[in-house]
Nanobody
Framework: QVQLVESGGGLVQAGGSLRLSCAAS????????MEWFRQAPGKEREFVAR????????FYADSVKGRFTISRDNAKSTVYLQMNSLKPEDTGVYYC???????????????WGQGTQVTVSS
């Protein structure tokens, strides 16, 4: 089982930036794809970005490509989501997730963080 703790959310104006962090722990951590999802009020949870602990490949939802960057620090077992050029439609609760398959589907996620609120004002 993987434990995840997010931090870094907050209120920002449109066009601003935020960086989210996800501290991960667990004996089998390296086996997981690390993902960020988000959920806006009244909407389903949606995939944002994915990265593995090995290699440089990262994957993004079309809605955030070119604005968000996912990265990791293996020594700290921490995954980051740098969010630039934020838009009001980026508002939601952002969740860190450990996915054994890496399909970017919420149903396949093994472990979730508690979530952190991101609010982008217009």
């Amino acid at each position: 089982q993987v434990q995840l703790v997010e931090s870094g959310g907050g209120l920002v104006q449109a066009g601003g930036s935020l960086r989210l962090s996800c501290a991960a722990s667990g004996r089998t951590l390296s086996l997981y794809h690390m993902e960020w999802f988000r959920q806006a009020p009244g909407k389903e949870r949606e995939f944002v970005a994915r990265i593995r602990w090995i290699g440089d490949r990262a994957f993004y939802a079309d809605s955030v490509k070119g604005r968000f960057t996912i990265s990791r620090d293996n020594a700290k077992s921490t995954v980051y989501l740098q969010m630039n050029s934020l838009k009001p439609e980026d508002t939601g609760v952002y969740y860190c997730a450990a996915d054994p398959i890496g399909t970017a589907v919420a149903h396949n996620v093994d472990s979730w963080g508690q979530g952190t609120q991101v609010t982008v004002s217009s």
